[in-house]
Every structure is written in structure tokens, then in C-alpha cells.
């Protein structure tokens, strides 16, 4: 029965599910405590005991779940982890596998992939059917010349041919980069040219929002900037046969096939580039960062199955592109054997029901989503578990900002009481969450369960020293396997070393706030590097925009904080009025009460502005620094690259906001 959040309102830390001595005994971390107890006649009496043992001994942790997971070497391992140093950490060396060859071990017509767009309806590939495709493009790819080293660069939606290239691409040992087609072409440009690919997978446009997209002419523009291209792949979604005499060395997707037979996987080096991701480049070109074969494969293998919960029997979804580490993490699920499902297309279209009808229809049992989705659906007042049949649906994921504790109780209210919401944040750095969910502990409201297995997450303060219920910055110190090997063309690592290890030597910062409570869950606030700082008070933006846009009339918002060190500057607020509403007296007098009543007097801002849009990555992340240095006097094409906005006409009131006020004030 749905509760009344009105009676009962929700607060950060409010206990929200329990999960039932049935789910505990079930869960398959559960599993992995009686194998240890088993065979390493090691005991741990609760998550924290587990834990903490993970990120002791790391190497006794790491190499239990080679075992536990059944890893399939092509050779053996000499040494776990050779020296805990960051950078630099070598895991399992000697060891000889491929990603690849774990993501196919299944050949029956168990569904591997289920599919859905905008244009075309639900569609499933047996992973018997995705052996073949694998195999047959993997003999294409050998005829163009592609090998081990080689890169394969990918400008695609979330549609079964990308999942087919890149594991076709990573079973012979060539090295996987992709973009979403909604990326600008200098987006694309500057990521694939760090690289230099020899094979490009393109299509020649996709549908969102209800409309077509062209991309024909994007390809021949990507292709003309790629001079080491030898050749492109067409993969035909808006026409069945399209035209290709713009494009230089062209196959359409079909003539690549080579002949089906007995796939062959490359052994390759623990940490052989598996793909290579990319920061959001808003300030400059973007890192080029290369994660590997088998830090990648332990990581998901752990994250997905002992902290997610996953298993044959599941069908995995998260709303992502394939310009997103999340695409990357989704498609891991083919490791254990499950479902996974893709959807391409808008997230609001034809409305915000889209995704939980296709959850309905696909008999999701896992829906990832993000923060911002889940607030979208409870402003627009869907209720997808009155509304619609989510009788499979067992767990939520959200990531990609803090999800407010009201989203929590929306969740619970509107979609399902008895499910797992698995807050979870982490980055492109690691692909992957090292704070996340844990299947045998509560959820509170407004908290991720837990640190991760083998994550040594710590709260630093500004002295480098950790502190538990209190906001520091969040640290990593002690390495883990899928962190970067190196970033692309960054010979001496000196950017690598820069982006991670300035701040707190041979200790990883990664640039968020976060509490560490004493249950041992987190809290996350938001970039430490776009602070608010007032009178000496820090704070994450988060919890600012959980206030503001709480406001009926508040679509959108985005907080600077122009001070400066040893200065204190303005507090700036933009909002993006909601349909029918404008930012007149009463609205903003009603914004800074609340924000004064909720936060602190400090917090009330100098200014508030109407803008019609807020600016954002091609990741749908917040431009807060970029914005900040805008304001603050940095020229605006050393702030940001258009290229890396998702919306670009949305900087110019920033950019002509900085210039009146350097006017008004000489």
C-alpha cells in the first residue's frame, strides 16, 4: 500500500526497505560469504566485517574472486598485485584472457539482448544468435586488417550492432572507443584523432524525440579529420540502403560479415586497452582513458553480481548512450549470463512512461536510470506502479548526481515498495561505482548502501586525514584493478597524475563530496571543485538544487559560487522557470525564503536570473566549473568547448552575463 508522504515525510536517512531473511539467504553475496567460509575458512560476520577485510588484504580479496567467479585464463597468473602503489599498481601479471571470450560463454537461445526504439518494437537476440553476428564481423574485422592493438572507433546509438562490433572488436584484441551520434562532430573529432582508429562503425542516422536525424554528412566530415582510417562500416537506421558515395572506403554492415564458424579469442595480458573513455572535455581536449581486459572483467564481475545482484535469471536495463560509461557497464551484464536490455531513443518520448513501458513490456527485473529521470517522472506525476504491470521489476538503480531523499520516497510510493534502490556513483575514471548497493542492507533515504568490495573510499578533510559523519572530500587509498592504465598520448602520465593525485600524493582524489555516516553508507554532494563557500561553511551543490528545485515553479537550476581563495564572492542562482511560471518578485522572494529556512541565511543568493536553459555535458551533467571560470573572467573559449555541450546555445547568457558585469564593474 502506498504511503502518504505528506503524513510521513521523507528526511536523508529514513529506513525505506528491509530486505526479508528469505532475500538475504538468496542474495548472491551471501553465496560469496559461505564460499569463503568454505574454501578460505574465512568468517565475516556482517558487510562492514567483509569489507574491511577487502580492502586489507587486497590481494587475497581480488584473487578469491578470480576463483569464485571461475576465470578463464589463457595462462595463469605469477602475482596478484605486485606493489600497492598508485599510480602504477600491476595486477595478476602473467595472466593471459579476454573479456570477450567471458561475455560469450553462453551459445544457447537463452535471450542475451532484448531491444526496443522509438520506430521499431521489441526484439531479441539468443546468445546463440550473438555468437554468430560476433563471430561472423570478427572475420570481417580480420579482413580489413584489424589486430591486437588496433582501435575500432564506433560513432553509434545503443543498438545491437555496437554491442556486436565492440565484442568482436575486444575478441581479437583490438581496442574499443565509441560516441553517441548526438555528439557534435568536433566532439567527435577530438576523441577519435587521441587514438587514431583504423576502423570506423558509423550509421547513417538515428530517430529521437519523434524525429529523424541525418548523419551521412557528420561521417564523411568525421572521416575526412581521420587520416589513419582504413576503413568505415555503415550501419543502415534511417534508410535501408543508404547512400554512401559521400564516404571514402565504405561497407555497409551486412558485406562485412566474413564467414560464421568457431570464433577465436586473442589471450591478451591482464591489462591489454580493452576501450578507451573519455573525460566530458568541457575545458580543452578530452582525457583519452584507458581501462583493461581484466580489471574491467573482475570489476563488473564483482560490482554486477555481488552488489547488484544480478543473475541468469535477470533481465539488466539502464537508460544510457554509448557515449556514456554506463553503456559500458550495462553491457557487462552478458558476463554473468544475463538479459540485458537496450533501449534507444528519448527518455520523454512520446512522455515520461516511455521507459516503464518498455519495463512492463520486456519483463524488466532491473531498471537503471538516473537522478535527473526520476525527478523528471515525479514532477510530471506519473505513477508507474499504479499505471502499468511491474510485477518482475525487483531493483532500481539511479546515478549520475545525487538523488535527493524525496526521490527516494517517490520511488517507494509510486513505482514499488518491495524492491532494492540502488543509489550508486562512481565515473568514467574506474567505469565503474565504488560507492553503491549491497542486497542485504537496508536503504535509507538520500544514502548509497555502502563502499564497494576492494574500494577503499575515505572522507578526507583538508589535512588529508579521513573523518566519518562529516563532508570531506572523497578519496580512494588504496588501488583497485580497473582503475586506468594510462590516458592515450600522456607519455610521462603527467595529466593522469595531475587529474588524480595533485591534492593528496599516491592517494586518489576523485572530485566529489561525500559523507561517510557510522552505519558505513554515503552521502554524496555533488563536484568538490564547483564548492560553495560562505562565510567559511563548504557545501556540495546538491543539496542547494534539492532545495530550489523543489519549487513547483522551478524546472531547473544551477548555483556559482564566484568566490575565489582568500575571497568571498557572489552567489549567483539561474533557474529555468516550469511551464506557465516566470521570475517575478514573489517567485524569487519565495526561492530565497526556502533557501534561508532549509539550508542557512549564507546560502540566500545575491542574485537570481532567469535562463530558459541550463548548460550541460553531452552526458547530461551540470556545467558548474565551466560556468564558474565563465563568470569569474576566464575567456569563454578557455572554459569550455562548445563541442562538449549537449545544448551550446545555453553558454551565451553566461558569456555575455561576464561580459556586463566586467563592464558595470570598471
Known amino acids: 500500500m502506498d504511503r502518504d508522504v505528506s503524513a510521513e515525510p521523507v528526511s536523508e536517512g529514513t529506513v525505506l526497505w528491509q530486505p526479508s531473511e ?3 539467504a538468496q542474495a548472491n553475496i551471501t553465496r560469496y560469504l559461505r564460499w569463503l567460509k568454505e574454501q578460505k575458512g574465512l568468517d565475516f560476520g556482517s558487510y562492514d566485517d567483509l569489507w574491511t577485510w ?4 587486497l590481494e587475497s580479496f581480488w584473487a578469491s574472486l578470480w576463483d569464485f567467479f571461475g576465470v578463464k585464463a589463457h595462462r595463469p597468473y605469477a602475482q596478484v598485485l605486485a606493489e600497492r602503489r598508485m599510480p602504477g599498481a600491476q595486477w595478476f601479471a602473467g595472466a593471459e584472457l579476454n573479456y570477450a571470450e567471458h561475455a560469450l560463454q553462453r551459445r544457447d537461445d537463452q535471450p542475451a539482448v532484448v531491444f526496443k526504439s522509438e520506430t521499431r518494437p521489441l526484439s531479441t537476440l539468443t546468445y546463440a544468435d550473438l555468437y554468430r553476428q560476433v563471430a561472423a564481423v570478427a572475420a570481417g574485422l580480420r579482413r580489413l586488417g584489424v589486430g ?10 545503443n543498438i545491437p550492432q555496437s554491442l556486436v562490433a565492440f565484442l568482436a572488436a575486444a575478441s581479437i584484441g583490438a581496442i574499443w572507443s565509441s560516441c553517441s551520434p548526438d555528439f557534435g562532430i568536433r566532439a567527435v573529432v577530438d576523441r577519435f584523432q587521441l587514438i587514431e582508429p583504423k576502423v570506423l562503425f558509423a550509421v547513417d542516422g538515428y530517430h529521437y524525440n519523434g524525429k529523424p536525424y541525418e548523419r551521412l554528412t557528420a561521417v564523411a566530415e568525421i572521416q575526412r579529420h581521420l587520416p589513419t582510417l582504413e576503413a568505415t562500416v555503415l550501419v543502415p537506421c534511417l534508410d535501408e540502403r543508404p547512400a554512401t558515395e559521400g564516404l571514402g572506403n565504405v561497407k555497409v554492415w551486412g558485406e562485412l560479415f566474413g564467414e560464421t564458424g568457431e570464433l577465436s579469442f586473442e589471450p591478451v595480458p591482464f591489462d591489454h586497452p580493452l576501450w578507451v573513455l573519455y573525460s566530458s572535455g568541457t575545458t580543452g581536449v578530452p582525457k583519452a582513458i584507458v581501462q583493461g581486459h581484466g580489471g574491467i572483467l573482475l570489476e563488473h564481475l564483482k560490482a554486477l553480481s555481488l552488489h547488484l545482484d544480478l543473475t541468469s535469471d535477470d533481465r539488466f536495463f539502464w537508460f544510457t548512450t554509448t557515449g556514456w560509461m554506463m553503456w559500458n557497464f550495462l553491457i557487462s551484464g552478458l558476463l ?4 540485458i536490455l537496450l533501449y534507444d531513443g528519448s527518455p520523454g518520448y512520446p512522455d515520461m512512461r516511455a521507459l516503464w513501458q518498455f519495463a512492463e513490456e520486456a519483463r524488466m527485473t532491473y531498471f537503471g536510470t538516473s537522478a535527473p529521470y526520476i525527478l523528471a517522472c515525479m514532477r510530471d506525476g506519473i505513477e508507474p506502479g499504479r499505471e502499468l504491470n511491474l510485477s518482475s521489476l525487483r531493483a532500481v538503480g539511479s546515478t549520475g548526481a545525487p538523488l535527493t531523499p524525496e526521490g527516494f520516497g517517490w520511488v517507494y510510493d509510486k513505482v514499488k515498495e518491495d524492491l ?4 550508486v556513483s562512481g565515473g568514467t575514471d574506474m567505469c565503474t561505482a565504488f560507492v553503491l ?3 542485504t542492507l537496508p536503504v535509507h533515504a538520500g544514502e548509497i548502501q555502502c563502499r564497494g568490495l576492494g574500494a577503499r573510499v575515505e572522507a578526507y578533510d583538508e589535512q588529508g586525514h579521513p573523518v566519518v559523519e562529516e563532508v570531506g572530500e572523497l578519496v580512494v587509498t588504496e588501488p583497485l584493478p580497473c582503475m586506468p592504465l594510462f590516458f592515450w598520448n600522456d607519455p610521462d602520465d603527467q595529466r593522469y597524475r595531475e587529474s588524480y593525485f595533485d591534492m593528496f600524493p599516491g592517494v586518489w582524489r576523485h572530485g566529489d563530496w561525500i559523507k561517510i555516516t557510522r552505519r558505513g553508507s ?8 564547483s564548492t560553495l563557500n560562505r562565510a567559511g561553511i563548504r557545501m556540495g551543490s546538491s543539496e542547494f538544487y534539492r532545495v530550489v528545485e523543489d519549487l513547483p515553479e522551478v524546472l531547473d537550476s544551477l548555483v556559482v559560487d564566484t568566490g575565489q581563495l582568500g575571497s568571498e564572492g557572489r552567489l549567483l542562482l539561474f533557474v529555468v522557470p516550469a511551464s506557465g511560471a516566470s521570475l517575478d518578485e514573489g517567485l524569487e522572494a519565495r526561492i530565497k525564503q526556502k533557501l534561508r529556512q532549509e539550508i542557512s541565511p549564507r546560502y540566500v543568493p545575491d542574485e537570481v536570473y532567469a535562463v530558459s536553459d541550463i548548460p550541460r555535458t553531452l552526458n547530461q551533467k551540470k556545467l558548474e566549473v ?6 569569474t573572467g576566464t575567456p569563454p573559449e578557455k572554459a569550455v568547448s562548445p563541442d562538449a555541450i549537449s545544448n551550446p546555445r545555453s553558454i551565451h547568457f553566461f558569456i555575455d552575463l561576464a561580459r556586463s558585469l566586467q563592464e558595470a564593474s570598471s
Open 54 to 57: 577487502s580492502v586489507t588484504d
Open 22 to 24: 528469505e532475500q538475504k
Open 522 to 529: 554515503c552521502v554524496i554532494y555533488g563536484r568538490s571543485d
Open 148 to 157: 591486437r592493438g588496433d582501435r575500432v572507433v564506433a560513432y553509434m546509438p
Open 336 to 339: 554473468l549470463g544475463t538479459t
Open 626 to 631: 565551466p560556468v564558474k571560470r565563465i563568470l
Open 437 to 439: 548497493s549491497c542486497p
Open 420 to 423: 532494492v534502490l540502488g543509489s
